[in-house]
């Protein structure tokens, strides 16, 4: 039917799924008003397609298209403001363990992967440090912790142990993370010395690619 009338998948479903809403009808000043203000709420962040998830809520449904080139009529663009502190610790004694993941964040078993990172959140005038990891097969935060310090007990070991509360390990297991002291400490490869399940896995040196799933992760929270 599509093929027929010359209009593609992607518009159909889209029509069929807002069909039934009532659209409000607004001038276009009006309307380049309301998106002017959600931007300024995001802190400058938001692009069309999040402007138009949040004007659809508002039960204005326009296209993200049409949201685009009012937001560049405007001069509306998405800025993403980033202060860098530094989180990862390499240069220590403790033993750096062979890159076993080697970039296959792919995986069909839950419990079979899972990958770690620490990073930074501002709280008030302060900052924490937030520890996570995370399944490769379903992309779930098994297990996190937020500190006010770095310390291997605060971070890693709290977010582990959560983790293993959460969710079972199976054979062939592999826990990667950067060259981190947190994740090279004696606390961390003697907990897992004692589960022959485990194959520890680490990043190259200053190759944040190499545990790219967490990175994002943590992109996604930073941001929005």
């Known amino acids: 039917m599509c093929k027929c009338v010359s209009v593609s998948k992607n518009a159909y479903y889209n029509w069929l799924k807002s069909k039934d809403k009532v659209r409000v009808k607004t001038s276009k000043t009006v309307f380049k008003e309301r998106i002017r203000v959600l931007f300024k709420e995001s802190r ?40 860098f502190v530094v989180t990862t610790d390499s240069k220590h004694t403790f033993p750096i363990f062979e890159n076993v993941l080697n970039r296959d964040f792919k995986s069909l078993k839950l419990g079979e992967k899972w990958v770690s990172d620490i990073t930074y959140i501002r709280v008030n005038n302060d900052w924490n440090y937030l520890t996570t990891v995370l399944d490769l097969a379903d992309r779930k935060i098994v297990g996190w912790s937020l500190s006010q310090d770095m310390t291997t007990e605060n971070t890693i ?13 199976n054979p062939g297991f592999v826990f990667h993370s950067d060259r981190g002291v947190q994740y090279a400490s004696n606390s961390m490869t003697n907990l897992f010395a004692y589960n022959r399940k485990i194959t520890q896995s680490m990043s190259r040196k200053g190759n944040c690619w190499d545990n790219a799933v967490a990175e994002r992760f943590f992109k996604t929270i930073k941001h929005e």
Do not use: D, P
């Open 44 to 83: 400058e962040i938001y692009g069309s397609y999040r402007i138009q998830k949040m004007l659809e809520r508002e039960n204005l449904n326009y296209s993200r298209s049409y949201i685009g080139i009012l937001m560049k009529e405007m001069g509306l663009k998405s800025i993403l403001k980033r202060k």
């Open 157 to 169: 070991v709290k977010a582990w142990y959560a983790a293993c509360k959460t969710r079972a390990m």
